[in-house]
T-cell receptor, first 114, second 111 residues
Framework: KAGVTQTPRYLIKTRGQQVTLSCSPI?????VSWYQQTPGQGLQFLFEYFSETQRNKGNFPGRFSGRQFSNSRSEMNVSTLELGDSALYLC?????????????FGSGTRLTVV | KNQVEQSPQSLIILEGKNCTLQCNYTVSPFSNLRWYKQDTGRGPVSLTIMTFSENTKSNGRYTATLDADTKQSSLHITASQLSDSASYIC??????????FGAGTTVTVRA
């Protein structure tokens, strides 16, 4: 079956702009989690959505937001971009909330803020 | 301070050789520990998962060990191949859901 699909793969934005990233989970998976990965910080948890509801949230400012649709697809939005937001953004899907049976990651969206 | 520490930060090995990566954690209570392999520009892929009661888990040439008493885990790569060049990430799941990630070990396999 198809894996986790993230679009776009690469993105270049200017400081102050906003960006929306998309994640389509594995068919049948209802949980989608988002992570930010940078060389200095490693993987950091942003938030998790399950059945269109945000279930968990990491320690990121309110500029980072997300949502999940009825088909389990999820979007992540970052407003007022800063240079430090440059990172690989990964989403991971899981059959149930809290990744009890593990996560499958997408290939990520590489965001560069200039 | 990160609750999951991995060492070394990076290592270079010759093709065909073995290597061992370390993961020490302080999180509690412990639910499970996973090792992920992340190729450059790709998302992490799960290699092994171990619960509190498991000591060893293998996946091909990858063997993970867990000592829940000392809170240490290792990932052993046998007969390394060029395709093993990647970042290896240790992830510990706490009982109340929280996931703690290690910073990863970058492995470079040279011919």
């Amino acid at each position: 079956k198809a894996g986790v699909t993230q679009t776009p793969r690469y993105l270049i934005k200017t400081r102050g702009q906003q960006v929306t990233l998309s994640c389509s989970p594995i068919s049948g998976h209802r949980s989608v989690s988002w992570y930010q990965q940078t060389p200095g910080q490693g993987l950091q948890f942003l938030f998790e959505y399950f059945s269109e509801t945000q279930r968990n949230k990491g320690n990121f400012p309110g500029r980072f937001s997300g949502r999940q649709f009825s088909n389990s697809r999820s979007e992540m939005n970052v407003s007022t971009l800063e240079l430090g937001d440059s990172a690989l953004y990964l989403c991971a899907s899981s059959p149930f909330v809290q990744g009890e049976y593990g996560y499958t990651f997408g290939s990520g969206t590489r965001l560069t803020v200039v | 301070k990160n609750q999951v520490e991995q060492s070394p930060q990076s290592l270079i090995i010759l093709e065909g050789k073995n290597c061992t990566l370390q993961c020490n954690y302080t999180v509690s209570p412990f639910s499970n520990l996973r090792w992920y392999k992340q190729d450059t520009g790709r998302g992490p892929v799960s290699l092994t998962i171990m619960t509190f009661s498991e000591n060893t888990k293998s996946n091909g040439r990858y063997t993970a060990t867990l000592d829940a008493d000392t809170k240490q885990s290792s990932l052993h790569i046998t007969a390394s191949q060029l395709s093993d060049s990647a970042s290896y990430i240790c992830v510990v799941r706490v009982n109340d859901y929280k996931l703690s990630f290690g910073a990863g070990t970058t492995v470079t396999v040279r011919a």
